[in-house]
Nanobody
């Protein structure tokens, strides 16, 4: 199984920056796509950014030009650098990863796992 541990959330003023980190641990053959989602109070969870193991990235229109997703494959860690933060970026940010279990686990397929979430609050 895989566990994701997020860190880096907190309170920041509008216009400021934060960097979120998400480290994967456990037993797996490979981790493929990794991404960040967020859920604001009263709203549905939405995808913020994603990155494949090879590097291509995608961003939600609302964060393009302000957020940058990156990963360190050697550390099984994905980052989200957030800049020019706005009050509407306030949300719980969740890390997500798709992985292939080890062959000896007997589990075949491509599985997904979520982190516990980290709160980002942007004050005006």
């Amino acid at each position: 199984q895989v566990q994701l541990a997020e860190s880096g959330g907190g309170l920041v003023q509008a216009g400021g920056s934060l960097r979120l980190s998400c480290a994967a641990s456990g037993s797996f053959s490979s981790i493929n796509d990794m991404g960040w989602y967020r859920q604001a109070p009263g709203k549905q969870r939405e995808q913020v950014a994603s990155i494949t193991s090879g590097g291509p990235t995608k961003y939600a229109d609302s964060v393009k030009g302000r957020f940058t997703i990156s990963r360190d494959n050697a550390k099984n860690t994905v980052y989200l650098q957030m800049g020019s933060l706005k009050p509407e970026d306030t949300a719980v940010y969740y890390c997500n990863a798709g992985y292939v279990p080890k062959k000896e686990s007997g589990i075949i397929g491509y599985l997904g796992v979520w982190g516990q979430g980290t709160l980002v609050t942007v004050s005006s």
